[in-house]
């Protein structure tokens, strides 16, 4: 089975300009988060979305904003990108029924995006 | 709030020697912690969890942790260490108590580990 999926791999953007990163999930899993890692850094929340709906939100600007698809898949966009942003973009998915479950969460390779 | 705690940046070890990382945690309920490894331009893949249980957890590629619940840590082990584990690994927790920050996993900043041959 595949695994999680991203895309773009990799991607250069111009400060002030929006980007849209894309995610699928694990076949299944109907949670999907997202997660900013900054180089040399820990990976931090941003979102979580279960069944269309948004879950969870980390310490983010409105800048940063997210859905979930009927089969799904998931959108990060961020606007009015800032050198800031550069950073590895990580989705995650799991099956996530309740927040006590326990279940794993799968990573993708992420999408490395860079702002200059 | 959650929170981790990775002491140390990076750790050495021998091939073959034993290896351990460390990582101890803060959350109000339940703990549910997680390892995971992290190679060179890749995302991060999953080693183990700990969600209840035996406190010995054993998982991917010979790795287990043990659960401390009176030293809230989490550390990561394994017996006899190969060059290929050299990566960069992290701890995170989630608060397994059903609250709206339930959700999200808080990672620790990692600890490169290199294992020389």
């Known amino acids: 089975d595949a695994g999680v999926t991203q895309s773009p791999t990799h991607l250069i953007k111009t400060r002030g300009q929006h980007v849209t990163l894309r995610c699928s999930p694990i076949?299944?899993?109907?949670?999907v988060s997202w997660y900013q890692q900054v180089l040399g850094q820990g990976p931090q929340f941003i979102f979580q979305?279960?069944?269309?709906?948004?879950?969870g939100r980390g310490n983010f600007p409105d800048r940063f904003s997210a859905r979930q698809f009927p089969n799904y898949s998931s959108e990060l966009n961020v606007n009015a990108l800032l050198l800031g942003d550069s950073a590895l973009y990580l989705c995650?998915?799991?099956?996530?029924?309740?927040?006590?479950?326990?279940?794993?969460?799968?990573f993708g390779e992420g999408s490395w995006l860079t702002v200059v | 709030a959650q929170s981790v705690a990775q002491p140390e940046d990076q750790v050495n070890v021998a091939e073959g020697n034993p290896l351990t990382v460390k990582c101890t945690y803060s959350?109000?309920?339940?703990?549910?912690l997680f390892w995971y490894v992290q190679y060179p331009n890749r995302g991060l893949q999953f080693l183990l969890k700990?969600?209840?249980?035996?406190?010995l957890v054993k998982g991917s590629y010979g790795f287990e942790a043990e659960f401390n619940k009176s030293q809230t840590s989490f550390h990561l082990k394994k017996p006899s260490a190969l060059v290929s584990d050299s990566a960069l690994y992290f701890c995170?927790?989630?608060?397994?108590?059903?609250?709206?920050?339930?959700?999200?996993?808080?990672f620790g900043s990692g600890t490169q580990l290199t294992v020389l041959p």
């Open positions: 995650a998915s799991s099956l996530d029924r309740t927040p006590t479950s326990g279940n794993t969460i799968y």
């Open positions: 076949s299944g899993h109907k949670s």
């Open positions: 979305y279960y069944e269309k709906e948004e879950r």
């Open positions: 959350v109000s309920g339940n703990p549910y």
């Open positions: 700990y969600i209840t249980g035996d406190n």
């Open positions: 995170a927790v989630r608060d397994g108590v059903a609250s709206g920050s339930a959700r999200q996993l808080t």
